[in-house]
Antibody
Framework: QLQLQESGPGLVKPSETLSLTCTVS??????????WGWIRQPPGKGLEWIGS???????YYNPSLKSRVTISVDTSKNQFSLKLSSVTAADTAVYYC???????????????WGQGTLVTVSS | QSVLTQPPSVSGAPGQRVTISCTGS?????????VHWYQQLPGTAPKLLIY???NRPSGVPDRFSGSKSGTSASLAITGLQAEDEADYYC?????????????FGTGTKVTVL
């Protein structure tokens, strides 16, 4: 059974870079044709897609966050990572990693999801 | 700001039927992109409930059903149970002049009375 687990600092200072890693278990991140993604949820609010990556390194990002986001993959560790630069309090959220379904990009959904990790931006 | 609008809350007694709407526009649902639904139980990650407008993943009870028409989609829960009390989100794809990305609904809290 495929499982995803987020890890990283729970507290980041304003203007610094948020860094998270998603470890995939129960399957290889590079053995199939899936994309992998990051989604966040501010406390008490809705969901926002951040971006996605293919095992080859091909990425696509939410246009509203694109200038601050970098997603990378390490197939040797079966992990993919998120970096979000110049963070502010508005970036405080639970960050989830998830697998994007196979097939056409515009028809895709996310399943399964990691349990999520809360990142607070505060000095 | 979400581009898919859902009612903030719906409620029903056990055994009743409730529906949740997801209203989009011509750049997302109306453009023919599929709608998917997620259930988020308190304190947990979202779980896929419906994919491809009306398909249920293995293990999801047939009490849950989805449909899509025009620029909107709906999730119906029949035979409402206490365990259905959760937040529900729709998701689709949006393509406009400002770019393309996956979008989620504003979320709906289902309360079982």
């Amino acid at each position: 059974q495929l499982q995803l687990q987020e890890s990283g600092p729970g507290l980041v200072k304003p203007s610094e870079t948020l860094s998270l890693t998603c470890t995939v278990s129960g399957g290889s991140i590079s053995s199939s044709s899936y994309y992998w993604g990051w989604i966040r949820q501010p406390p008490g609010k809705g969901l926002e897609w951040i971006g996605s990556i293919y095992y080859s390194g091909s990425t696509y990002y939410n246009p509203s966050l694109k200038s601050r986001v970098t997603i990378s993959v390490d197939t040797s560790k079966n992990q993919f990572s998120l970096k979000l630069s110049s963070v502010t309090a508005a970036d405080t959220a639970v960050y989830y990693c998830a697998r994007r379904s196979l097939g056409e990009l515009s028809l895709s959904w996310f399943d399964p999801w990691g349990q999520g990790t809360l990142v607070t931006v505060s000095s | 700001q979400s581009v898919l609008t859902q009612p903030p809350s719906v409620s029903g007694a056990p055994g009743q039927r409730v529906t949740i709407s997801c209203t989009g526009s011509s750049s997302n649902i109306g453009a023919g992109y599929d709608v998917h639904w997620y259930q988020q139980l308190p304190g947990t990650a979202p779980k896929l409930l419906i994919y491809g407008n009306s398909n249920r993943p293995s293990g999801v009870p047939d009490r849950f059903s989805g449909s899509k028409s025009g620029t909107s989609a709906s999730l119906a829960i029949t035979g409402l149970q206490a365990e259905d009390e959760a937040d529900y989100y729709c998701q689709s794809y949006d393509s406009s002049l400002s770019g393309s990305n996956y979008v989620f609904g504003t979320g709906t809290k289902v309360t079982v009375l």
